[in-house]
């Protein structure tokens, strides 16, 4: 069994993007991107689960978040704006190193943690997981690991990309290729398409409530969609 969703060469790749990870120019730029993006989808998902006001300003008030492979606290920061009690956690010390600096001169309190998933304690209402899966050593083991941390009425909402020729091209062949992307972030063989994922979350206890993609055009920019080809986020709860 595996004992880690680490893989060391992915942790060390991303750590070195570290320095910039905020900077809306630097290497990171297609997560500032992608970050509206997903949090429209979250904030809809938690109004629908959990019943609140979509126009209320912290729908997550009383409740606590997990976000792993947190990155530099792109996610992390909105989280808790929405008045959730934030965990998160990455497996880069340096990402979490940036993290806790930027919570800091931002005023906000988050619980970041450098680590492992299946190392972690506790149970959280909502867990996010945005382009994380791909990365992982076993997306099975990964998944059961998270639904061990998902409390019993949680949320678990994930991003990733999805394993088409579409994908292939627009993120590794365009996107990695013209530096837009850091050279190396993807490897097409771990991408996962939706009807696998599905059957991975049932396989960890999971039932799939919604799937949504994430394309792509010249005049929409990336934008949540039906079209599934390129990115897609899925949210599920406990069977």
């Known amino acids: 069994m595996v004992q880690t969703s680490i893989v060391p060469e992915e942790a060390e790749r991303f750590g070195r993007l570290a320095g910039d990870w905020w900077d809306p120019g630097g290497a990171s730029a297609m997560l ?78 988050i619980d970041y943690r450098a680590g492992d998933v299946q190392q972690l304690e506790g149970q959280f209402d909502l867990i ?27 949320l678990l909402v994930m991003s990733t990309p999805n394993a088409t020729s ?33 059957m991975l979350l049932a396989d960890a206890g999971f039932k799939c409530l919604d799937v949504e993609g994430i394309a792509w055009s010249p005049t929409r920019g990336l934008h949540l969609s039906d079209d599934v080809r390129l990115n897609y986020l899925v949210a599920a709860v406990h069977a």
């Open 128 to 154: 996010t997981c945005m382009e994380v899966i791909e990365h992982v050593a076993d997306p099975a083991a990964f998944l059961k690991a998270l639904a061990k941390r998902l409390a019993p009425d949680g």
């Open 32 to 109: 500032h991107k992608l970050n509206p993006v997903r949090l429209k989808y979250i904030r809809d998902m938690i109004d629908q689960h959990w019943q609140r006001d979509e126009c209320s300003r912290r729908p997550l008030e009383g409740r606590t978040a997990l976000d792993v492979g947190c990155g530099a606290g792109l996610l992390a920061e909105p989280l808790a704006r929405l008045g959730a009690s934030v965990t998160a956690i990455d497996a880069s010390p340096e990402v979490i190193h940036v993290a806790r600096e930027h919570a800091s001169a931002m005023g906000l309190a």
């Open 166 to 198: 579409w994908s292939r091209l627009m993120m590794i062949t365009i996107g990695e290729g013209l530096g837009r992307i850091p050279k190396g972030t993807h490897d097409f063989d771990k991408f996962i398409s939706p009807e696998r994922m599905k």
